[in-house]
Antibody
Framework: QVQLVESGGGLVKPGGSLRLSCAAS????????MSWIRQAPGKGLEWVSY????????NYADSVKGRFTISRDNAKNSLYLQMNSLRAEDTAVYYC???????????????WGQGTLVTVSS | SYVLTQPPSVSVAPGKTASITCGGN??????VNWYQQKPGQAPVLVIY???DRPSGIPERFSGSYSGNTATLTIIRVEAGDEADYYC???????????FGGGTKLTVL
């Protein structure tokens, strides 16, 4: 069965860095786009970034552009999010999710990990 | 940027029908997806591509759209359906997904 397991969250000071990982299993990882989505405490879902199956294309929310970098290692079935220059407003649970791209170029998230909490505070 | 508008809350009695709306410009052209999120859990896809149901999702859940509004309908609501529900589309102009603000479904 499809499993996505995030790790790497924790407490970090403003301006600090953190690297999140997502270990995937139960499917052919290299066939799928992958994405990071976050949820601040008590708030709604906010898309952060996604990466194509071969890493040839990435996209970022304006709120993290220039500070976060998404990457993947298909040989290790792993997705990553390098987060630099962290701010208090980056505090959230970060989910990795598998992306399904339809024939009409619509996209949806069919599997999600359980999330990892990132807290940015001094 | 593209905006999806959901009511913050919807309340329904057990056994009745709940309708959760999601408004957006020409939303029918986007392919609307719906997610259920229970407290402390990750979101779960319940409807994709407007009206398709993933395996394992009860037939009580259905999706539709008309004009600029998509609707998630849950018939014969159960206590276990109490959750936050989010709609989502792909904004082709910016090439990224957009989520609605979420609707808290309360089962009375």
């Amino acid at each position: 069965q499809v499993q996505l397991v995030e790790s790497g969250g924790g407490l970090v000071k403003p301006g600090g860095s953190l690297r999140l990982s997502c270990a995937a299993s139960g499917f052919t990882f290299s066939d799928y786009y992958m994405s990071w989505i976050r949820q601040a405490p008590g708030k709604g879902l906010e898309w952060v970034s996604y990466i194509s199956s071969s890493s040839s294309y990435t996209n970022y929310a304006d709120s993290v552009k220039g500070r976060f970098t998404i990457s993947r290692d298909n040989a290790k079935n792993s997705l990553y999010l390098q987060m630099n220059s962290l701010r208090a407003e980056d505090t959230a649970v970060y989910y990795c999710a598998r992306v399904v791209v339809t024939a009409t170029n619509s996209h949806y998230f069919d599997y999600w990990g359980q999330g990892t909490l990132v807290t940015v505070s001094s | 940027s593209y905006v999806l508008t959901q009511p913050p809350s919807v309340s329904v009695a057990p056994g009745k029908t709940a309708s959760i709306t999601c408004g957006g410009n020409n939303i029918g052209s986007q392919g609307v997806n719906w997610y259920q999120q229970k407290p402390g859990q990750a979101p779960v896809l319940v409807i994709y591509y407007d009206s398709d149901r993933p395996s394992g999702i009860p037939e009580r859940f259905s999706g539709s759209y008309s004009g600029n509004t998509a609707t998630l309908t849950i018939i014969r609501v159960e206590a276990g359906d109490e959750a936050d529900y989010y709609c989502q589309v792909w904004d082709v102009s910016s090439d990224h997904p957009v989520f609605g603000g979420g609707t808290k479904l309360t089962v009375l």
